[in-house]
């Protein structure tokens, strides 16, 4: 092949790895509606069926959407309102407003409280006291001005509004739970269709509503379980990492989805799926080990491998503090191992600088040939940088007048990561190895 047409298949090839990098990154990083629902059918009908009702016949309703971390509540609620609004009856006729537990969708404002989540609500209706993105008046008078707002609507005439709760279970902990309160309170009674629908990993959740609150609730409540096996699972690796039908270079398309085909029959990608299977059924788990894959592919090398996936799977696996510590200095691997005995030694109490001094003091006149000894103040320099790493924790928080040498503090890393660290840390002294894999201090 000549120059010129290498040079015009690989520019090819880089373009439809950047399409398909694009495509792929979507699915996977946002819980956008383009990809697919695995198991949820049912689920997906209740919840539509339940949403028409106010969007097209003007019912109020309430829904808690419950399910562990991961199990596809968020991706579930937005394919329903997707399709919703592709319905004639429903486009631009529905109103939503999105809070988070945590943070809010639209403005990253903490809805710590419910005056700061009654204000979102607020400037997400754009209603009379918004100035651009400033909410003015108090919380009473803003939860009037709300309340009386939806009471005067007319059920045949007003647009339905869907209030949507992620972290619902966090707002159970605001005061009184006024919020939820007036939210359920106005599905019931409102005049303007309205719907509030909470999405919660608690399964316990009805029993931390106030009576009140749970009188106004309609109890209709959505599960979602990951109840798939692992066959279903080699099935939903398959259909996340193809391309679509409609991908613009259909050859490449197709050598794509061949290659995924062999990927799921290998049985080194089936043993790092059984892997993943069995630690958690969570798809955000599949989907991060899916992109670690992808992200390896090149114009070079334009197809995932069984590698690419057996190194993403390390690479997910990895233990973030056992990584810290291979870029410690050796002091301070000896300060990590002088506190690794002091656990031992003393049964996981916590310990002080001047116990870890006098640990590594001890190995140093052991093995004074082969190990130089710090002053005292580069070794508590050393000790501030561990802190400074999270690797150490201080019991409590230090106050001006302590001594730092006396500070109690626990060590934030076991034996295993610690002896896992240090085969693969280079140019490891043999005596610090020995040490740190002798089950003694060194009394």
């Not at 062999?262 to 049985?267: G, M």
């Not at 690797?391 to 302590?402: D, F």
């Amino acid at each position: 092949m000549s120059k010129r047409k290498l040079k015009e298949s690989s520019e090819e090839n880089a373009e439809c790895i950047s399409q398909v990098q694009k495509i792929l990154r979507e699915r996977f990083c946002h819980n956008c509606a383009a990809g697919k629902l695995f198991g949820v059918e049912q689920q997906y009908r209740h919840l539509l069926e339940l949403l028409k009702r106010t969007t097209v016949h003007g019912e109020s309703n309430s829904a808690l959407i419950i399910g562990p971390r991961g199990s596809g509540k968020t991706a579930l609620l937005n394919h329903v309102l997707k399709d919703l609004r592709e319905m004639k009856q429903v486009r631009e006729n529905l109103l939503e407003v999105h809070l988070n537990g945590k943070n809010s969708f639209l403005s990253g404002l903490l809805q710590t409280n419910d005056r700061v989540a009654l204000k979102e609500i607020t400037r997400q209706l754009q209603l009379e006291n918004v100035v651009g993105d400033k909410v003015f008046g108090s919380f009473a008078e803003n939860l009037a001005f709300l309340l009386e707002a939806l009471r005067r609507g007319d059920r045949s005439s007003s647009c339905p509004i869907l209030f949507v709760l992620d972290e619902f279970d966090l707002f159970v902990h605001h005061k009184n739970q006024s919020l939820l309160y007036n939210l359920f309170d106005i599905s019931q009674s409102a005049q303007t269709p309205v719907t509030v629908i909470g999405l919660t990993c608690r399964q316990d959740i009805l029993e931390l509503l106030e009576k009140r609150v749970k009188s106004r609730f309609s109890h209709r409540q959505i599960y979602l379980l990951n109840s798939f096996d692992f066959k279903q699972y080699i099935k939903i690796f398959k259909k996340q990492l193809s391309l679509p039908a409609e991908f613009p270079d259909e050859s490449f398309a197709q050598k794509w989805n061949n290659n995924v085909q062999h990927l799921s029959e290998d049985e080194a990608v089936q043993d790092v799926l059984q892997k993943l299977f069995q630690h958690s059924k969570d798809l955000r788990s599949l989907h991060l080990l899916l992109m670690l894959a992808v992200s390896a592919v090149s114009s070079q090398h334009p197809l995932p491998t069984a590698a690419d996936l057996q190194e993403a799977s390390r690479q997910q696996s990895a233990d973030s503090k056992a990584n810290i510590v291979h870029g410690l200095s050796v002091l301070e691997i000896c300060l990590i191992i002088a506190m690794k005995h002091l656990n031992e030694v003393y049964d996981g109490e916590p310990f002080n600088f001047q116990m870890v001094y006098n640990e590594f003091q001890k190995f140093i006149q052991r093995k004074a040939h082969s190990m130089y000894n710090f002053e005292k103040p580069v070794v508590m320099k050393a000790f501030e940088h561990l802190l400074q790493l999270e690797l150490v924790q201080p019991l409590e928080r230090p106050s001006v007048r302590a001594q730092r040498e006396f500070l109690l503090l626990r060590l934030l890393l076991d034996s295993r990561q610690i002896m896992d660290a240090l085969q693969l840390y280079p140019n490891c002294p043999t005596d610090v190895k020995q040490w740190a894999a002798s089950s003694l201090s060194w009394l």
